[in-house]
């Protein structure tokens, strides 16, 4: 049904504006490990709970050479006043349209109180220095999250620094 990549392709290109309205592409982060996570949306307790876990441990991913990213269609305007309110250290990325949801696979049909409706599939992708899906995490459960995917990180990057 969905076309998320799969570990060991190449990740999808993109070029998105962040909070500031400046765009980013994966392509400026070659080289360099990145955390690409899809949320449904600003200042709801999920998303909130998940921006301030990954916050918190920035500086360890930052450590080890990885940058974080959080997307929802959210507008660069919504991101700002959600980065503030919550002091968060991480870049948001503005996907209004949802295209970079589409592209990775996570913009699903979802079932809500008896309702369907399109949206936001709570998912993650680490992508290696070499631009190619490390590993991915979807349905994703918010408690401890940011912290599976550092130690996937750590686990990961240890074993690609034994290999070179």
């Known amino acids: 049904m969905s076309n998320i990549p799969q570990i060991g392709q190449p ?23 990145v955390v690409l996570y899809f949320y449904p949306k600003d200042n709801t307790p999920g998303c909130t709970t998940e921006a ?12 080890m050479g990885a940058k974080i990213f959080g997307v929802s269609p ?10 503030a309110k919550h002091n968060l250290t991480i870049t948001l990325l503005s996907d209004p349209e949802h295209d970079l949801a589409e592209v990775y696979g996570v913009w699903q049909l979802k079932k809500f109180m008896g309702k369907e409706y399109m949206g936001v599939v ?13 590993y991915t995490w979807s349905n994703v459960k918010v408690k401890a999250h940011a912290q599976q995917v550092l130690n996937k990180l750590q686990e990961l990057a240890t074993i690609s620094t034994a290999l070179s």
């Open 122 to 134: 709570r998912s993650t992708f680490l992508i290696d220095p070499d631009g190619k899906i490390a």
């Open 52 to 63: 301030k876990d990954f916050t918190e441990l920035n500086q360890q991913f930052s450590a």
């Open 74 to 83: 959210d507008s660069s305007q919504s991101h700002c006043k959600f980065i």
């Open 11 to 33: 990740a999808p290109e993109f070029s998105i504006p962040d909070e500031h309205e400046t765009p980013v592409s994966l392509t400026d982060f070659s080289g360099q490990w």
